[in-house]
């Protein structure tokens, strides 16, 4: 079946440090990728997404690209910021599990620091 | 303002009584689905509908009911909660079938005694 499996954390840095969190895949066919961000106490809302090989998704400063060769979609920040602390997931869509809902990692906490 | 409405957002009861918690999406959306959240475990799915009247399992059924009576509201019921359903719940919803982007509500917290 599918499944995802990124960084748990928590994940601790500094204002303006680089961001990176790994996100691997498993999945038949060709799936969708997704990462979502959840801010505490509210629901998941998506961050970015890339529908095939090689897409790069990006908002609000954040990047990642769709690696069919290493099976990966890892997300990046240059710059991160006190605002961006939240829980981050990865996701798959598209393999036909549960009629196309998502199948998510468990989530990395980042917390970021003055 | 198009979004996903649960209710309630936070609710305590204890083992054994009947409990439901309402979902309702104003974008017509036919695909509605619940998940449950865990520490360590992320989200998983409950259950899903693919349209009125269409409901399936997910990973996680086990103690749960919902149906689809209508296309904007999909209920999750608890006939008989047990202290191992104290989670988050999230209900989402969206276009058809296939990868398209899942609108959330903000998320149920249920404490079961």
């Known amino acids: 079946g599918n499944s995802v499996t990124q960084m748990e954390g928590p994940v601790t840095l500094s204002e303006e440090a680089f961001l990176t969190i790994n996100c691997t895949y498993t999945?038949?066919?060709?799936?969708?990728l997704f990462w979502y961000v959840q801010y505490p106490g509210e629901g998941l809302q998506l961050l970015l997404k890339a529908t095939k090989a090689d897409d790069k998704g990006s908002n609000k400063g954040f990047e990642a690209t769709y690696r069919k060769e290493t099976t990966s979609f890892h997300l990046e920040k240059g710059s991160v910021q006190v605002s961006d602390s939240a829980v981050y997931f990865c996701?798959?869509?598209?393999?036909?599990?549960?009629?196309?809902?998502?199948?998510f990692g468990k989530g990395t906490h980042l917390i970021i620091q003055p | 303002e198009a979004q996903v409405t649960q209710n309630p957002r936070y609710l305590i009861t204890v083992t054994g009584k009947k409990l439901t918690v309402t979902c309702s999406q104003n974008?017509?959306?036919?695909?509605m689905s619940w998940y449950r959240q865990d520490p360590g475990l992320g989200l998983r799915q409950i259950y899903y509908s693919m349209n009125v009247e269409v409901t399936d399992k997910g990973d996680v059924p086990e103690g749960y009911k919902v149906s689809r009576k209508e296309k904007r509201n999909f209920p999750l019921i608890l006939e008989s909660p047990s202290p191992n359903q104290t989670s988050l719940y999230f209900c989402?919803?969206?276009w058809g079938s296939g990868a398209n982007v899942l609108t959330f509500g903000a998320g149920s917290r249920l404490t079961v005694l």
């Open positions: 974008m017509n959306h036919e695909y």
């Open positions: 996701a798959l869509s598209g393999s036909g599990g549960g009629a196309d809902g998502l199948t």
């Open positions: 989402a919803s969206k």
């Open positions: 999945a038949t066919g060709y799936p969708s």
